[in-house]
């Protein structure tokens, strides 16, 4: 069964790694079937003209076809043929995660193949291996890149780590019978974890979606114990939300937003409403862009200023090309009707689940934004886990108006973490 995982993380992999150096691969690696079935074709079409000087034409165009219709397979099959080499030769191997290491960023997809390739070298117990679908697993949550997220889950489960993964995240390549005949299958994502529990043998340790991880907001799985399965969220000292209160630096950073309007695509993720933005809208701080990547809603604020929490509080989660994180923060204060809000709100699904695109619906984020843009500025973390650190926050000091009805609406009832020890930081004021 690992086999079959290693070639479901790998294939997703590869869905990243067009870029990387696969090309290389071409003229060292056997060819795959299809080509062979070229050469075999190539083959035969010689002989039958040899025979028959007639049928020479005949098979030079059947050739002439079947060459066009391989070119674009031609690719895809090369890199079949690497993964599959390398996973039948240990110095390729090593040879493939020296590649990888010799890249200076590696992009999720990537870390996910790193993972990949680490865990046949070195095991599923090496951390690098975890550590690298771990990273993959944080970078690629920020963006909601369901196919590498989903690669990192699988990875991490194969790993016999304790993660919770998609329900959508079976791929379609994994046969289904040879998934039900292994009875502590590591990687069945459709069992959601928490809902099988009860039908799982007591004492089957080596499953893990039985235990998976589910973070939440309350009780056994909430904030307090967080560090548990995220040790930053215990063990950073640069957590966020804060509670802003002064002294404050004065800073004379500038900073703009420049929202497109787009195709409006919304998900419920079991944490929050979230809105997954197009390509185009900018943050930019003293003239550094940072794209956005999504905004969602938290109930009540997590900033709480001098000691104050609003009635919600919309994060806007944006990267910039170095792949460094800014967040910018929209407290909303009951008062007025929320237009912006009013069309997410008719949108949004109740129940979790993946995204949705209403047709015809488009969105810009800029109608949640206030026209000032006096901030409050820190640094910090993702505000859930993995709680990563190095995230610039910038809490604006206007807030937007938020119906009571629409508070109300929102399905989550508190979504908030705790404000965090300041440990020292000073926030800064424009
Ligand atoms: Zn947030």
């Known amino acids: 069964m690992k086999r079959i995982i290693f070639e479901v993380i790998l294939a997703l992999a ?11 691969w071409k003229q060292n690696q056997s060819a795959t079937g299809q080509i062979t079935a070229l050469k075999a074709a190539s083959e035969a079409a010689s002989k039958a003209a040899a025979d028959k000087a007639a049928t020479v034409k005949a098979a030079e165009e059947e050739m002439t076809a079947l060459r066009a219709e391989m070119a674009p397979l031609e690719g895809q099959a090369q890199q079949l043929a690497a993964v599959k080499a390398a996973m039948a030769n240990g110095t390729t191997l090593t040879d493939l995660e020296a590649a990888y ?21 070195k095991g599923a117990d090496d951390p690098a291996t975890l550590a690298a679908f771990r990273k993959a697993l944080e970078m690629s949550e920020l963006g909601d890149r369901k196919n590498t997220i989903c690669a990192a889950q699988i990875g991490l489960a194969a790993a016999g780590e304790k993660v919770s993964i998609l329900a959508d995240c079976l ?30 043998k007591p004492g089957d340790k080596k499953s893990p979606e039985k235990h998976a991880v589910h973070w939440s907001y309350d009780g056994d799985m909430g904030p ?15 957590q966020s939300p804060l509670d802003i209160r002064g002294p404050f630096v004065k800073t004379r950073t500038v900073v703009t937003a420049d929202y497109k309007e787009g195709p409006l695509k919304l998900l419920n993720n ?11 809208s900018k943050l930019r701080i003293d003239g550094v862009a940072y794209e956005l990547l999504q905004f969602h809603f938290h109930r009540p604020s997590e900033e709480k200023i001098d000691g104050k929490p609003m009635a919600m509080v919309v994060h806007f989660v944006h990267k910039s090309a ?26 949004m ?15 810009n984020p800029g109608n949640l934004l206030p026209r000032e843009f006096d901030f409050y500025s820190y640094e910090g973390s993702l505000t859930t886990p993995p709680c990563t650190e190095g995230v610039r926050f910038f809490i604006l000091k206007s807030t937007v108006n938020v119906a009571k009805e629409q508070v109300a609406a929102f399905p989550f009832r508190r979504n908030a973490r705790p404000v965090q020890e300041p440990n020292g930081r000073e926030i800064s004021t424009n």
């Open 171 to 200: 791929p379609k390549g994994a046969k289904p019978e040879a998934a039900k005949g292994e009875k502590s299958e590591k990687a069945a994502p459709e069992e959601k974890a928490g809902e099988k529990d009860e039908h799982g």
């Open 101 to 121: 290491k010799a890249q200076k960023k590696l992009s999720a997809e990537r870390q996910v193949g790193l993972g990949a390739v680490r865990m046949l070298t």
């Open 322 to 347: 170095e792949g460094k994180l800014a967040v910018l923060g929209v407290l909303l204060k009951e008062g007025n009707e929320n237009p912006g809000i009013k069309t997410l709100w008719t949108h």
């Open 270 to 280: 079991g944490h929050t409403i979230q809105v997954n933005a197009n390509p185009g």
């Open 224 to 238: 307090e114990r967080w560090g548990k399965e995220f040790p930053t969220c215990a063990k950073g000292k640069s």
């Open 349 to 363: 699904p109740l129940d979790e689940g993946p995204e949705v695109a209403p047709e015809g619906v488009s969105f």
């Open 14 to 24: 590869l869905a990243g790694a067009g870029a990387f150096g696969w090309t290389s």
